[in-house]
């Protein structure tokens, strides 16, 4: 059974920075495309960041594009999403997902394994 356990949210002041934390069970991570989106109240689940499989190349929203980055670690068979320079508009519960795609896709359809989320909210 495949599951993925989101950490490392919390509240944090505008131009903050936070370390968000995808833990991998049951699949292998370096074998799928891994992304990651977030969801505000009222608003729909959007892309924020994602990995390509093997050679790890990577693709960004334009709303968090030189800002965030998004890693994997083999080893600990994890990902990462690293966010800096953080504003109030980016407050939300940030989820990771895991796709059989071949390329980063930012389309929450086609990702078939979700973490629980992970809430972050940036003040003003």
């Known amino acids: 059974q495949v599951q993925l356990v989101e950490s490392g949210g919390g509240l944090v002041q505008a131009g903050g920075s936070l370390r968000l934390s995808c833990a991998a069970s049951g699949r292998i991570l370096v074998n799928y495309i891994a992304g990651w989106f977030r969801q505000a109240p009222g608003k729909e689940r959007e892309f924020v960041a994602g990995i390509s499989r093997y050679v790890s190349s990577t693709r960004y929203a334009d709303s968090v594009k030189g800002r965030f980055g998004v890693s994997r670690d083999n080893d600990k068979n994890a990902i990462y999403l690293q966010m800096n320079s953080l504003k109030p508009e980016d407050t939300a519960v940030y989820y990771c997902?895991?796709?059989?795609?071949?390329?980063?896709?930012?389309?929450?359809?086609?990702?078939?394994?979700w973490g629980q989320g992970t809430q972050v909210t940036v003040s003003s």
């Open positions: 997902a895991t796709s059989n795609t071949g390329l980063v896709m930012p389309t929450p359809s086609a990702y078939n394994y």
